[in-house]
């Protein structure tokens, strides 16, 4: 397909992954980890890579073929990084190293969770967190192996207590996270949209905008309208995040007492699969914790400024 074609069009993911000569699962993988994902968007149809979604992918796939660890790869290629022929530097050793380290804590802490072994698998996630902070630890550790875990136990029917048990352990090492000082202004409401039970991303959400100092509210699992219309407008945060894991929960519906009125002063953002091709209007839609964490801190930090006239788009 020509470049103006795919300027035009746009390309399903089967298409992007035969033109690029991956599969479609490292596409989807790619997508969900690093936010290299489709941006065009018409309402009513799945979105399309473009032509600067292709780009970035291209970098994408040959960094990683040349050695460069996925995530640097991926920051590589969001920032527009063009590619020449790589040689081994001290760094890209380093880079090499990094990438075992991520592939055996992976490899141990499925082990832990399988053998129920809640103890070594906090041990690990704790040092993950310690040493790279939440959002490389959620990104290269903890999504991978619970996308796993649940990989299994949608194939075999079982692994329920695996599942319960990782997830306590995480969410009780994510919340261990340091907090910021006392008297920090919460200015971002954290919420899962009604129904929703999945509650493990916006934790990691709430610990990796506190290793930056910003302040949050979670409201944890299976908000009603009413009662996040409510919090909203009792706290007026500078940016609402309202979570959705399944299409099933990802009612827009939902969202209109938010969006409804010219004086609303919070900006809305939905996150998580469930709003996948269903973004509603006048929302934002972070593709990645990264995403997600920078939009927060960008929405407090303006917030929190002298210039009181801040109006969110």
Known sequence: MSQESITAVGLTVGQAARQL????TTLRSWHRRYGLGPTRHERGRHRRYGADDLARLEVMRT?????VPAGEAARMAIAGVLTAPLTTTADGAAGADEERWWARAARGLTRAAMRLDAEQARTLVDEALAR??????WEELIYPVLERIGERHAATDSLVEVEHLLSRTMSEALAAVGRPPAGTPPRVLLACADEEQHTLPLE???AAL???GVGVRLLGARVPPPALAAAVQRTG?????VWSHAAHTADPAQLRPLLAGPSRRSLIAVAGAGWRDRVPEGTVNP???AEAVELATASARAAGSPDRSWHPG
């Open 21 to 24: 000569g991956v599969a479609v």
């Open 63 to 67: 960094l990683t073929a040349q050695g």
């Open 132 to 137: 790279h902070g939440v959002v490389p630890a």
């Open 204 to 206: 990691a959400l709430a």
């Open 210 to 212: 506190a290793e930056r």
């Open 237 to 241: 945060p500078a940016l609402v995040v």
């Open 287 to 289: 593709q990645s914790l």
